[in-house]
């Protein structure tokens, strides 16, 4: 990935450029409101640098390029060392440069790299005195910063006390993960005041708030450390320790470092092996549970460090890797009300397009009108959006600063779009009243859909064709269509026909998992559903259970247990239907649990798994599936390897983690593989997979 520069024609193109860049920075460090996103600044900041370097003479005093913050704050307290900002490189080819440069200016192969997160928060310096914590400095200018010691006992990670009286600096970075960034917009809004537009601004504007009414929480991650005037030892030797030695000290100190996250520093000889830690990293991005918009190589050694030096704004032996970015600031044109399969009417947002993360973005996900009103979104803000892999866009908050008067409400609707119903605004996301007969076609599609009851032939076309002639009011009734109802159809010939009552009749022998998937109940999907049918394995005992029994399977709290309640009452006459209609009540394999007073007074097997499974060849095992299949695996989807599974006893997972028993890796399996290896976790090919669950695999596999 490149970072191409803003192209400035003139000298006065290049002023305009360097006060733009000035106002953004003094808003980005001093709030982290900036008027510009990471990616523009980056671009505006590459453009001003490279007309400087064709015209030296015009260069004004109030220039961003080579300054620590880009000159954009001052501090009042003096920092015992520089604390300086990293140089940027944006491609593999860009940071074989820098490494070349870097091992010519030491006269030596460097031969210790340690690669880690860079994280998007703040750089605080952490003074400890003879091992307590008295002091909290922002960056400021690098030379001195603000103290921001009033923060002390709001960040977790850096503990009062540290393991050992050390008289020591620790440096690092104060951010929002994503759980505290949602729960502090929550407590901000109760509160009355605006929502922050991302985690750095929320983590800028906490850090300097002394008189609020409310705290929230906030998170250090270390990065370097050095000794403070009289430390004595161990912490006087610090300058003279590798740096992934003096991380491993302070994380012994009891400070937080990146060390226990999936991205954890790590270090390696080759240029060879940061590049490919670099990949590793990036592909990770999109499952952090906190920001970072790039990633951080360091010469290991001391004497490296050393001998390569320092700048004025930032060490020679250290680069930041810029990733693209996934975080745009852009304009809200509007608001549409789309109404699922089940009735749900959600708000999506239009926007003014923009790249990001290498993909045009158009639209947003709004979640529901109260998540609008609470973010006071008005249409043609500008609006902070965030995108990470293939997670859908979402905005941020509005970036308040540049509204003009000119923004308007949101329109909420007053019907239903899609039929003109009332609508049930009783919880937060909204229903039309007619619930899924207000999608009907979406519904049955959804319920004939490969995943769900796999009928095959039966398109949405088809299911419009079958709603208009009043064949079909549900999917139940999909079971009790005749074939001279069906030839009577436009396009319906006697084969089309003769296979389409086929594949309707063996969808009566789907287990109860796929049965339960069909009818879509609210916070249940494919993983859900097959849970919820392996611990009760009876349709009748999933119906029978109440919001207590219901949070016994994995993944399932209070909240979602009530509302699974109340959605299977709507659901009854439906489900009675598929009863008559001679549909698979139960699940293969599974046992229920035992009644009330019966072996261990009801109580759920580990992660709600039913009993009785102990011989099963997966219990008590979480499998994640990655790259192609190939062999008696082939064919089989990720759905339906997920079942096998389940069915095999185990648990099925879309991500590689501590608690990960298994990876069946196929061809190019890629980041998770690498994960699984680092991790220590065991690795079996599609063959070994299916030798170890033989006799669960379907009879044509």
């Known amino acids: 990935m490149t970072n191409s520069a803003v192209v400035l024609a003139d000298t006065a193109a290049y002023a305009a450029a360097v006060e733009q860049a000035s106002q953004a920075a003094a808003a980005y460090y001093a709030t982290g409101e900036s008027t510009l996103d990471d990616d523009a600044y980056d671009r505006l900041a590459r453009g001003i640098a490279a007309y400087e370097q064709e015209h030296p003479q015009e260069v004004l005093p109030a220039s961003p390029t080579g300054k620590v913050a880009g000159g954009a704050v001052v501090g009042d307290v003096p920092h015992t060392v520089p604390m300086l900002s990293l140089d940027n490189v944006f491609s593999a080819e860009q940071f074989a440069t820098w490494t070349a440069s870097l091992e010519r200016r030491i006269g030596r192969p460097v031969t210790a790299w340690s690669v880690e997160p860079k994280l998007d928060g703040l750089a605080i310096a952490a003074r400890y005195r003879e091992g307590r914590l008295e002091q909290l400095i922002t960056r400021g200018?690098?030379?001195?910063?603000?103290?921001?010691?009033?923060?002390?006992?709001?960040?977790?990670?850096?503990?009062?006390?540290?393991?050992?009286?050390?008289?020591?600096?620790i440096r690092g970075e104060v951010l929002m993960t994503t759980e505290q960034f949602e729960q502090a917009n929550t407590v901000r809004t109760a509160h009355g005041g605006a929502p922050f537009a991302n985690a750095r601004n929320g983590a800028a504007g906490t850090l300097r708030a002394k008189d609020r009414a409310y705290t929230v929480e906030m998170t250090f991650f270390a990065y370097g450390a050095l000794p403070l005037p009289d430390s004595g030892e161990p912490t006087a030797t610090l300058a003279e320790l590798p740096h992934s030695e003096t991380l491993a000290y302070v994380a012994g100190l009891g400070v937080h470092t990146a060390g226990d996250t999936?991205?954890?520093?790590?270090?390696?000889?080759?240029?060879?092996?940061?590049?490919?830690?670099?990949?590793?990293?990036?592909?990770?991005?999109?499952?952090?549970?906190?920001?970072?918009?790039?990633?951080?190589?360091?010469?290991?050694?001391?004497?490296?460090?050393?001998?390569?030096?320092?700048?004025?704004?930032?060490?020679?032996?250290?680069?930041?890797?810029?990733?693209?970015?996934?975080?745009?600031?852009?304009?809200?044109?509007?608001?549409?009300?789309?109404?699922?399969?089940?009735?749900?009417?959600?708000?999506?947002?239009?926007?003014?397009?923009?790249?990001?993360?290498?993909?045009?973005?158009?639209?947003?996900?709004?979640?529901?009108?109260?998540?609008?009103?609470?973010?006071?979104?008005?249409?043609?803000?500008?609006?902070?959006?965030?995108?990470?892999?293939?997670?859908?866009?979402?905005?941020?908050?509005?970036?308040?600063?540049?509204?003009?008067?000119?923004?308007?409400?949101?329109?909420?609707?007053?019907?239903?779009?899609?039929?003109?119903?009332?609508?049930d605004t009783n919880e937060q996301r909204w229903r039309c009243v007619r619930g899924r007969d207000c999608r009907l076609v979406a519904s049955i599609s959804y319920?004939?859909?490969?995943?769900?009851?796999?009928?095959e032939g039966l398109g949405t076309t088809r299911v419009v064709q079958l709603v208009d002639a009043g064949l079909v009011a549900d999917f139940a009734d999909l079971f009790t269509l005749e074939r001279e109802q069906l030839l009577a159809l436009d396009r319906m010939g006697?084969?089309?026909?003769?296979?389409?009552?086929?594949?309707?009749?063996?969808?009566?022998?789907?287990?109860?998992?796929?049965?339960?998937?069909?009818?879509?109940?609210?916070?249940?999907?494919?993983?859900?559903?097959?849970?919820?049918?392996?611990?009760?394995?009876?349709?009748?005992?999933?119906?029978?259970?109440?919001?207590?029994?219901?949070?016994?399977?994995d993944g399932?709290?209070?909240?979602?247990?009530?509302?699974?309640?109340?959605?299977?009452?709507?659901?009854?006459?439906?489900?009675?239907?598929?009863?008559?209609?001679?549909?698979?009540?139960?699940?293969?394999?599974?046992?229920?649990?035992?009644?009330?007073?019966?072996?261990?007074?009801?109580?759920?097997?580990?992660?709600?798994?039913?009993?009785?499974?102990?011989?099963?060849?997966?219990?008590?095992?979480?499998?994640?599936?990655?790259?192609?299949?190939?062999?008696?695996?082939?064919?089989?989807?990720?759905?339906?390897?997920?079942?096998?599974?389940?069915?095999?006893?185990?648990?099925?997972?879309?991500?590689?983690?501590?608690?990960?028993?298994?990876?069946?890796?196929?061809?190019?399996?890629?980041?998770?593989?690498?994960?699984?290896?680092?991790?220590?976790?065991?690795?079996?090919?599609?063959?070994?997979?299916?030798?170890?669950?033989?006799?669960?695999?379907?009879?044509?596999?």
Request: hydrophobic share 40%.
């Open 494 to 553: 006697a084969t089309s026909t003769d296979n389409l009552l086929a594949a309707i009749d063996a969808a009566r022998a789907q287990p109860l998992s796929r049965v339960f998937c069909a009818l879509g109940v609210r916070g249940t999907g494919r993983s859900m559903s097959r849970r919820i049918a392996r611990y009760f394995a009876e349709m009748d005992r999933i119906r029978a259970a109440g919001v207590d029994e219901l949070q016994r399977v």
């Open 447 to 455: 319920a004939a859909g490969r995943d769900q009851l796999d009928i």
């Open 141 to 169: 200018d690098g030379t001195a910063g603000e103290d921001v010691s009033h923060a002390i006992g709001t960040v977790v990670g850096l503990p009062g006390q540290l393991a050992e009286p050390a008289t020591i600096e």
């Open 262 to 423: 999936e991205v954890a520093p790590r270090t390696v000889t080759t240029v060879e092996e940061v590049q490919a830690r670099i990949e590793e990293v990036a592909a990770l991005r999109a499952s952090l549970p906190f920001g970072i918009d790039g990633i951080v190589i360091k010469a290991d050694l001391a004497a490296d460090q050393r001998d390569a030096g320092v700048g004025t704004r930032a060490p020679r032996w250290a680069i930041a890797y810029k990733l693209p970015a996934v975080e745009k600031v852009t304009r809200l044109l509007g608001v549409e009300w789309n109404v699922g399969r089940t009735g749900i009417i959600a708000p999506r947002a239009v926007l003014e397009p923009v790249e990001i993360d290498g993909s045009t973005v158009g639209y947003a996900t709004l979640h529901n009108p109260a998540d609008i009103t609470r973010r006071d979104l008005r249409i043609g803000d500008h609006v902070m959006v965030y995108k990470a892999g293939d997670i859908i866009p979402r905005i941020e908050a509005p970036v308040a600063q540049l509204r003009t008067g000119d923004e308007k409400p949101v329109v909420f609707p007053e019907v239903c779009p899609q039929c003109g119903s009332d609508i």
């Open 556 to 701: 399932i709290g209070k909240e979602k247990a009530a509302a699974v309640v109340a959605e299977l009452v709507e659901l009854a006459p439906l489900i009675e239907k598929l009863v008559a209609a001679g549909l698979t009540m139960t699940e293969p394999g599974a046992t229920p649990p035992p009644e009330p007073g019966e072996d261990g007074e009801g109580a759920a097997a580990p992660d709600g798994e039913s009993t009785g499974e102990g011989g099963l060849p997966l219990t008590g095992m979480t499998v994640v599936v990655t790259g192609a299949m190939t062999g008696t695996l082939e064919k089989l989807s990720r759905n339906q390897m997920n079942e096998l599974i389940e069915r095999a006893g185990g648990k099925s997972s879309s991500s590689v983690s501590k608690r990960t028993t298994l990876l069946v890796a196929g061809e190019k399996a890629g980041s998770k593989r690498t994960k699984a290896e680092d991790l220590g976790v065991r690795i079996a090919g599609p063959e070994e997979f299916a030798e170890l669950i033989g006799e669960f695999l379907p009879v044509d596999a």
